[in-house]
């Protein structure tokens, strides 16, 4: 009788510690399953059911990699590793599919089990679902990172919203800033991000470069152009063909390469020292200086020709329009296809202190007020419209007709097509240069608007 008396409370006691661990297993927010020495599923908590989307009842009896499916089902379990060496296994990475097929990374903790004798019962697994705290990472990561740049502050989260479309145009790029600011990381990425991404990428260090070596290893030199030339050698142009070329402190040029340099700019070609023709260069520009340009030119220590030619960029505003509707359009759904000449000639003479970001959200703010063909100026922000009033040469709307406000954005749209040469522009509108040069007078169009001449 005694002994019915201790069985039944050893009974009874087995059955609260049983009732005890499952209320504990069932507020552990992390997931726990155990396994028999099967491999079969002995239990599995509330926590395990959320984060697989498996119910316990389905669970239960059936082995732990039909479960989880885990990227270390095949090698690597951690189940095995501790029931094969009986030790623990803390904190290992691993990624399951849940009920939808989504890869949920989690991380794994294991142990075996024994009874009050010694003897093996199974093991148990315990997971943690990482997924918020992988998503939280990626948010923080594509924020302040882009390419192999990092960046949290202001100033940074506005290149990196830019410079997508920069790399994207073919613009000669101005990067400016001090020394161990990352300038040559901004080059390097707006190369990777352009079309030209698979290209050469060819640096040129304008600080090491002798004045009396540039032409040459710029532009490549012919065999016999000189005493040593025994052989034809590329320049770095030719090597950068189809790709870019980054001008790291371009500042330190001096005047007589900053002449050829321009040359190239200007003409998109370049003559090899001793060559008798010149070579097209299928080559983007970017360039970097710590030094103040500005202040160089009023000093006479740079030129204002080349300056302007790698930090004006006005002549790129009709196909940044274009851009940014061929965007818009995909996004809401419209078919708004330009702007009228009103809305381009106040947008080609408005100076754009926020640059290309300013003129996105310019044409974002007219896509929402636009419901017909072309945006128009009653579609503009109002102080655009505003400044309007004050913009110097604009064409007055109510004396000039459509036709000729028609013909001025033509014309702007050809010199912008034709980098401001009058010639290639008056060719490519079929007729006389002194009939462009009356045309340009009459509409009022300032040609270094586009380009820079010499």
């Not at 294991?110 to 010694?118: K, P, Q, S």
């Not at 002449?259 to 360039?287: D, F, S």
């Not at 945006?375 to 004396?399: A, C, Q, T, Y």
């Not at 060719?427 to 340009?440: A, C, N």
Request: charge should be negative.
């Amino acid at each position: 009788m005694a002994d019915e008396q201790r069985m039944d409370s050893s009974a009874s006691s087995t059955s609260s510690q049983a009732q005890f661990f499952e209320s504990v297993l069932r507020c552990v927010a992390d997931g726990v399953f155990t396994v028999d020495n099967d491999w079969k599923i002995t239990s599995f908590n509330r926590a395990a059911e959320r984060i697989t989307g498996v119910s316990a009842d389905r669970a239960i009896g059936k082995k732990c990699c039909d479960v989880f499916h885990a990227n270390i089902c095949e090698e690597g379990c951690a189940i095995r590793k501790s029931l094969e060496t009986g030790q623990e296994v803390i904190d290992l990475p691993a990624r399951i599919l849940n009920q939808r097929g989504k890869a949920i990374p989690i991380s794994i903790s294991t142990a075996v089990l024994h009874d009050e004798d010694g003897t093996l019962l199974g093991a148990v697994e315990t997971f943690r679902d990482l997924g918020q705290i992988e998503q939280l990472r990626r948010e923080i990561q594509s924020q302040y990172t882009f390419e192999d740049i990092i960046g949290k502050s202001e100033a940074f989260q506005k290149i990196f919203a830019i410079l997508p479309d920069i790399a994207t145009s073919e613009s000669t790029v101005l990067i400016e800033g001090p020394s161990g600011s990352g300038k040559e990381l901004l080059a390097r990425a707006t190369h990777n991000l352009s079309p030209r991404g698979k290209q050469p990428y060819v640096v040129v260090n304008c600080g090491t470069l002798p004045a009396n070596l540039f032409e040459s290893e710029l532009f490549g030199y012919k065999k016999g152009a000189f005493t040593d030339a025994k052989n034809d050698k590329p320049g770095r142009i030719a090597l950068a063909e189809g790709g870019t070329v980054f001008f790291d402190e371009i500042g330190d040029l001096p005047l007589e390469t900053q002449a050829k340099l321009l040359r190239l700019l200007q003409e998109r070609q370049y003559e090899p020292l001793g060559g008798i023709e010149p070579l097209p260069a299928n080559v983007r520009i970017v360039a970097a200086t710590n030094r103040d340009l500005p202040d160089m030119v009023s000093r006479g220590q740079f030129r204002d020709d080349l300056y302007f030619r790698l930090a004006v960029r006005r002549q790129d505003i009709p196909y940044l329009i274009e851009h940014f509707i061929q965007r818009f359009n995909a996004k809401r759904g419209k078919r708004i296809q330009g702007v009228t000449p009103e809305v381009m000639e106040i947008l080609m003479r408005y100076e754009f202190p926020g640059n290309a970001r300013e003129l996105e959200n310019i044409i974002e703010y007219c896509f929402v007020l636009c419901h017909n063909g072309f945006i128009e100026i009653r579609h503009l922000p109002e102080d655009l419209k505003l400044h309007r009033g004050s913009l110097s040469r604009i064409v007055n709307e109510d004396s000039v007709s459509q036709l000729q406000l028609g013909e001025a954005h033509t014309i702007q749209i050809a010199l912008s097509r034709n980098n401001g040469h009058q010639g290639r522009t008056a060719e490519e509108l079929g007729i006389s240069r002194t009939t462009l040069w009356r045309k340009i007078k009459k509409h009022d169009i300032n040609p270094e608007d586009f380009t820079i001449q010499q």
